[in-house]
């Protein structure tokens, strides 16, 4: 999708555009690099900013009632397979997070949370909330889901996960905890902090996707297991999550063809509705050669 020319045919109507073309233009002259571009609603006063090779503009700062229809009807003109632009229902998706952003339940979590976590982590928060609301609505989340990976990456994917998964509940429970154990709020901040840090990575939990071989399921619970052990973590579970009926089969295949294999493991908890499944294993005290 060439946005520049999108912008270029706009530019003379709205001044926001013409801005942009601007600005784009000025940032690939003399260079190879690759810019993706999205919109969002979380800049402020900001009008566009860049971070790495992401360019993100203030969605906020155009007209909703002629510029931003424009703006759409002309990308899904140019809109090709394959692009990273999912656009086909921009307005109304966009109206849709308005909402969800608008429940006092999200207000309340993002509330929570603004202070705690990183900028860019709270905007993934933002996005794992509606995502979450999508889902329950059982709607096609596979495009904004790929969006996120696009936008975050790996950190970005986890956190959608753990949101979906009630960890965010138990990070605040946990914080809750620290606060009334510390002297000051300070100290509480740094505890989180670096617990949350660690979590986010994931090295305790495996999620399972339709691309997920089983094979693959046994492999990443042996390397977490190992890991956990190489370092020396207090953490001595697994936490192994799937949705959907066909994950749920090949998770509960895998994990039960492991524990024959491998006597340091043990069921704790399974959990299995036939739609989801949740398994936590027991990392067993025994020595491994």
Known sequence: MDLGKILSKLSCKFEIFSKLESFIHKIHIGSSKKYSFYFTNDLGQVDIQIKDDKVAINISKIDKS?????????????????????LEDAQKQLDEFR???????????????????????????????????????????????????????KRGVNICHLYSQGYFTQLRELFDYFKSQETDIISAVRKFDKIYNFIVRLPFIIFVGQDKLKSRIKEEI??????????????????????KRDNVSKTKEAVYELLKEDTTL?????????DTISIILKILDIEIQ
Do not use: W
């Open 66 to 86: 002629e510029a931003l229809p424009a703006l759409v009807n002309e990308m899904q003109k140019d809109l090709q397979k394959g692009d990273i632009f999912l």
């Open 99 to 153: 909402k969800c952003e608008e429940k006092p339940e999200t207000k309340d979590t993002v509330t929570y949370f603004r202070s705690l976590i990183p900028q860019e982590d709270l905007n993934v928060l933002r996005a794992a909330i509606y995502l979450n609301e999508c889902f329950k609505q059982h709607q096609d989340i596979s495009g904004l889901k790929n969006e996120i990976k696009l936008r975050y990456g």
């Open 222 to 243: 042996i390397y977490k297991k190992n890991q956990l052990l190489k370092f020396n973590s207090n953490i001595k579970q697994l936490h192994i999550h799937a949705i």
């Open 266 to 274: 043990a069921i704790d908890t399974e959990i299995n509705d036939g």
